[in-house]
């Protein structure tokens, strides 16, 4: 039987940070490894068009994504790994769907809403738009699964509403996809525990890239509480609670264990542990990362050929949507 189609993507848009990570591409590579789906990645480069940057910048940070995904595991031979803005008919549907969207469900985008109140006036139309393109993206494949963090569940919520839509007016058309959360699905940044760590803010993130030197400095300024005991406890330790799930999803074990294990000791003890769990936990990336890096073209290689396999699949769903609405013959 044939497997169910699993697809996700992340946007250029600067060095990945522990929160994408466990929130997502760690995820990624351990579905891609179990055999049971048949795996789409890719580089949402159009999405990231959204937010200011230089073309220069742009292309170092597709190529420094594409040398994150496959320092980390992914394998262009189990999965197919490509650059969105290279398969035309994402771009397609995603009009398609803008059509079927009511102003109002994408002004609600909670995504929306925060990027927009920044940018005020200036505020461009892709950023309202974005969620029927995220919408395209994963409707062309036809895909069940879609591995996010919590931040995305409000896109996926809207992609699984279009699909409906679209079916009910046109005929089945659409499969509508469900998501995949790891444990850690929202990590909290070091220097502010009640805020989502963001690239935004770099202050707030361990990036996986950093040296072992900036780990180690960054883990030990990150805000805890002034109390004393390691436990898990959101409200009142929001700190200590998102170090310990850092350290429980990396080592794979529950809380309750690292709970155990310090109980009775302290605060500099612990971040010391969590530390040196991070610099050896990302040892191989670091390695791997730079020696994909001096290769940019392997890497607009792999790129290429994954997007012309993408292609093949997005077009034939293009051309039967087409069909469905009657602008294709
Ligand atoms: P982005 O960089 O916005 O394209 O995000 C890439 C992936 O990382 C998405 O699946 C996000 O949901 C996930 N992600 C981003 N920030 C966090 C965070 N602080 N905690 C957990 N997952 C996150
Ligand atoms: N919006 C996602 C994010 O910011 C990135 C993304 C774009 C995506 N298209 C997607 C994720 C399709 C999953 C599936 O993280």
Redesign the pocket.
């Known amino acids: 039987m044939a497997k169910p189609i699993l697809i996700?993507g992340?946007?250029p848009?600067g060095r990945l940070h522990i929160?994408?990570y466990?929130?997502?591409l760690k995820n990624f590579v351990e579905l891609q490894n179990s055999g049971k789906y048949e795996c789409y990645f890719f580089i949402?480069d159009l999405h990231s068009l959204t937010e200011n940057f230089s073309p220069q910048e742009k292309s170092k940070q597709i190529l420094e994504l594409a040398a994150d995904y496959l320092a980390t595991g992914l394998d262009p031979k189990k999965s197919v790994i490509f650059l969105q803005s290279q398969v035309a008919a994402h771009s397609e549907l995603a009009w398609i769907f803008e059509t079927l969207t009511s102003l109002g469900e994408l002004k609600r985008m909670t995504q929306f809403k925060e990027k927009s109140e920044k940018e005020k006036e200036r505020a461009n139309a892709g950023l309202l738009t974005y969620p029927t393109l995220m919408a395209a993206d994963i409707l062309i494949y036809d895909a069940a699964f879609v591995p996010?963090?919590?931040?995305?569940l409000q896109h996926l919520e809207l992609t699984r509403t279009l699909a409906r839509k679209f079916n009910k007016r046109f005929g089945k058309t659409f499969v509508e996809p469900k998501p995949i959360l790891t444990e850690?699905?929202?990590?909290?940044s070091i220097s502010d525990p009640k805020k989502?760590?963001?690239?935004s803010e770099p202050s707030g993130c361990l990036f996986l890239d950093d040296s072992p030197r900036e780990i180690k400095a960054k883990i030990s300024r990150a805000v805890t509480d002034s109390g004393l005991e390691i436990k898990l406890d959101p409200e009142k330790k929001a700190g200590i609670s998102n170090l310990l799930r850092i350290y429980s999803s990396l080592i794979g074990h529950g809380i309750p264990m690292l709970e155990k294990k310090y109980h009775g000791k302290n605060y500099a003890e612990f971040k010391r542990d969590l530390a040196e769990l991070v610099i050896n936990h990302f040892a191989d990336f670091r390695k791997d990362k730079k020696a994909l890096m001096a290769r940019p073209q392997t890497l607009v290689a792999v790129l290429k050929s994954g997007s012309n396999a993408a292609t093949k699949i997005a077009e034939k769903k293009i051309h039967e949507v087409k069909k469905k609405i009657g602008i294709a013959f």
């Open positions: 996700s992340i946007q848009t929160g994408n466990l929130g997502a949402a996010v963090g919590e931040d995305q850690s699905p929202r990590i909290m989502k760590m963001a690239k």
